[in-house]
């Protein structure tokens, strides 16, 4: 099975880094969701899928760059979750085609 490549810009990174310092497991169960379950509706409004039941969050992104979502986590903590962190990351994703080869210096 072939593996999907994922190249992350550094400002998402660092996001990631930084949420992984304050809650490591909200950050690591962004990067398991899959970007098949993020949908885009419109311009700065995305569904994610959960990962536990067959619901949806819906993720915005005002026009002022604030981001909110649905879920009860952002709604209580007021923190960039798991969803939010996903959504970013698919936005900053660049695709490889699988049949190119790279070397890694």
């Given at each position: 099975m072939e593996k999907e490549i994922r190249i992350l810009s550094a400002d998402t990174?660092?996001?990631f880094f930084a949420a992984f310092e304050k809650?490591?497991?909200?950050?690591l169960k962004a990067s398991q969701i899959n970007p098949?379950?993020?949908?885009?509706i419109e311009p700065g409004s995305?569904?994610?899928?959960?990962?536990?039941?067959?619901?949806?969050?819906?993720?915005?992104q005002g026009?002022?760059?604030?981001?909110?979502c649905t879920c009860a986590d952002h709604k209580n903590r007021l923190v960039n979750c798991k969803h939010i962190l996903a959504v970013k990351a698919t936005l900053e994703t660049v695709e490889i085609p699988k049949n190119d080869y790279f070397d890694i210096c």
């Open positions: 990174v660092n996001e809650d490591w497991k909200r950050a098949d379950n993020i949908k885009q995305w569904l994610v899928g959960s990962q536990t039941s067959l619901g949806k969050y819906a993720v915005l026009k002022d760059g604030a981001w909110s």
